[in-house]
């Protein structure tokens, strides 16, 4: 061979190696991109299979591609007749092992999909061992390949068998895709065909003219798969951001309709009775309850879009207004106590409200003659202590969840929820039929936020 064909063939591979250790880069990259985004989001499971046989796939074509160009270099040098042994056996046994690698890679893509045997998978494996072995002992046997009495490497009478292995597997794992494709994504059959089709053209060539077509070949077609999976990659992504947006408008939607849950009916049915009443009576202090009574609504509205803390005397503001607007209806009945021995903490946007409601609809509100609601606050070295207390009716907990209007006090709940979740809080709730109920709130210092 001239010596312009030999450096051409080792320039051609040298930058094929350098095109596919930039492939590997990118491979990794992408995986670590990838386990970032699973652990941002919170997502449990594992990188595929697939991105790591590839990364193994690269790397063995790496190898295949430097020792191909060094064998080259020993070759045309006439020299170091151990080192182009070695040379050339790590050559042949990686481009096998990559054989395998490829049919591996296969087995997983339909694996995804639709359950496959590893039958095939096993007789490539054997296959591949008795061919490295036949390649190492060649020197030898002097089938495949020899070096003369020169020293030169010399092309042995069997050594078309080695090319036609990598065109027998390359062929199987073709028909087997061919078999599955309809459970395979499109991208996936197309690139696995063009790295068995692509390869499988240049043998003749590079059995004729001595050149390294295989090799290159093979890197071309690794080149089209990464871009294939990198593609559908980012199409999964793109599908995952879209299916992250439609979460969060379903969420949206879920506190919508959790907002909507608690508002009571018939709070607002005689909040706006008792404000018709007042207009006639006292215009003045209808006007400010009017003032309050949108407040108090306008909040409900806000708090949709609030997923952060908000301090306690927020939202004590509103609670305020709520039991302003029931005092409204109940007048000398109803009795409001505050005992706050701190105010400096922060709490779930519409949390405390619901308690306050369940002692107004379910204690003070079924008591005869009315009642007193209280809330207090107490703080010690480590906690928060919040109470809702009513001197009402009282009822069973054991059969608190059936209680209600058919919501099964889903706002207390929610706020129970809330509580632990936001700010790693408990919430415990005792009752006694004829004395009463006691919420008590205890949020630990440096709790969640």
Aim: hydrophobic share 40%; net charge neutral; aromatic share 10%.
């Amino acid at each position: 061979m001239s010596d312009g064909m030999v450096l051409t063939n080792a320039a051609l591979e040298s930058f094929a190696a350098l095109v596919t250790f930039v492939l590997l880069l990118a491979c990794i990259t992408k995986i670590k991109m990838m386990d970032r985004m699973k652990n941002k989001i919170q997502k449990k499971g594992k990188i595929s299979t697939r991105d790591y046989i590839l990364l193994i796939w690269l790397f063995i074509h790496i190898i295949v591609l430097v020792a191909d160009v060094l064998s080259w270099n020993a070759a045309d040098s006439g020299r170091h007749e151990i080192w182009l042994l070695f040379m050339v056996n790590l050559t042949f046994t990686c481009l096998y092992l990559e054989c395998t690698v490829y049919t591996y890679y296969v087995k997983e893509t339909i694996h995804q999909h639709e359950e496959i045997g590893n039958t095939y998978v096993y007789l490539v494996i054997i296959s591949t061992v008795v061919a490295i072995i036949l390649w190492i002992t060649s020197d030898i046997s002097r089938q495949f390949y020899y070096l003369d009495a020169q020293g030169n490497y010399t092309r042995g009478p069997l050594y078309w068998m080695c090319q036609f292995y990598c065109i027998i597997v390359m062929l199987g794992n073709i028909a087997i895709l061919l078999k599955h494709r309809k459970a395979v994504r499109k991208h996936d059959v197309v690139s696995l065909l063009v790295y068995g089709l692509i390869p499988i053209v240049s043998v003749p060539v590079q059995l004729l003219w001595k050149t390294t077509t295989f090799n290159l070949a093979t890197t071309l077609a690794l080149l089209y798969i990464c871009i294939s999976v990198h593609m559908a990659q980012y199409d999964r992504i793109a599908e995952q951001e879209k299916q992250l947006m439609q979460q969060e408008h379903e969420l949206s939607m879920n506190q919508m309709q959790m907002m909507i849950a608690q508002i009571q009916p018939h709070f607002l049915y005689n909040s706006l009775t008792a404000l018709a009443q007042l207009c006639s009576k006292d215009p003045k202090e209808a006007k400010k309850a009017i003032i309050n009574f949108a407040d108090y609504w306008r909040n409900h509205m806000n708090a949709i879009d609030k997923k952060e803390l908000i301090s306690f005397e927020e939202e004590l503001k509103y609670v305020k207004i709520y039991l302003y607007l029931e005092q409204l209806r109940f007048g000398d009945d109803l009795h409001v106590e505050y005992d706050l021995q701190t105010t400096d903490f922060k709490v779930p946007t519409l949390s405390v409200q619901p308690f306050v409601e369940n002692a107004m609809n379910w204690g003070v509100g079924q008591k005869e003659d009315g009642g007193t609601v209280r809330i207090t606050t107490r703080e010690n070295e480590e906690q928060i202590e919040l109470c809702v207390i009513d001197d009402g009716v009282g009822f069973d907990t054991s059969k608190m969840e059936e209680k209600g209007d058919g919501r099964q006090h889903i706002g207390v709940r929610n706020a129970r929820a809330r509580f632990q979740k936001m700010c790693n809080g408990t919430v415990d709730i005792y009752s006694e039929k004829g004395k009463g109920t006691k919420v008590r709130i205890n949020l630990p210092k440096g709790g969640k936020s």
